[in-house]
């Protein structure tokens, strides 16, 4: 069984404070839960009906799986979704999804991720869009030591676990509680004029308009905001390396794993 130490993350935490420190290169693969969300161009949430709404979310939100991967050391990884039912017109499929970890999103040490990802639905294929992400609660467990079947919850609050959804009869907050990853409500820069099958479809630096996710700007959603919240990860996969120089963008990420609460992580039988 593969164990990931804590060396990587704890040397991110001694470079952004001015230490010397080293670290080993380990690739983190895991399964993941969680619940896409779609919040409309004028800040209002958008019913999926192309979904189940026996689900306990009455539609608002879709549940969603995949995979990821993330490297420790380079805070660059990628992942993959199942395709979820989406708006009463077929599946929606996540093409060419990529992570890097960017700190602050403004050039300082921060638990920020920067997704970007293409996505093929009825008939258009690589809509471009890209997602700011909270990592600490994983980060957080990864400072902790990680070994694999391990599964991580808690973390930070999406950017939706307050918002009001409302049917024009009745209004929800639809809490998801805690997450390792959830959406925050910065907006990401574009490069260039965004196209379809553009990827990466935004980069720093961020701005922030209090909704979470990042307005798409080209595709059949335009201004449409699409939210992705992790809610579990299990590990399923570590891989190492010999220990290396920590690279200049490990420590974007490193000071703000110091001070984290509300990490739960348990170990499942090997």
Known sequence: MNNLKKTAVAAAIATAMGVSATASADVI???YDGWFTMINAGGTGALNNGDASSLGYYGWRTPVTGTMTFDTVTGAGGGTMVPFSFFGSGAASATTI????VGDGMGGPGPLVLGNMG????GTNGIPTSIVLDAS??????????TTGDVITGGALPATDGFLFSNGKSTY??????????TATWNTTD?????????????????????????MKAGPFPGFNAN?????????????????PVPAAVWLFGSGLVGLVGVARRRKSA
């Open 119 to 122: 996505f093929n639905w009825n």
């Open 98 to 101: 990529t992570f890097q970890a």
């Open 173 to 182: 907050t639809l809490p998801i509680g805690a997450v390792p990853i959830a």
């Open 191 to 215: 490069i260039g004029a965004v196209t379809i099958g553009t990827n990466p479809s935004g980069t720093l630096p961020f701005t922030d308009d209090g909704i979470g996710g990042s307005p």
């Open 29 to 31: 693969t895991v399964s």
């Open 228 to 244: 992705f919240d992790i809610t579990s990860l299990t590990v399923t996969d570590i891989q190492g390396a010999t220990v290396v």
């Open 137 to 146: 609660g994983f980060f957080g467990a990864v400072q902790g030591g990680l």
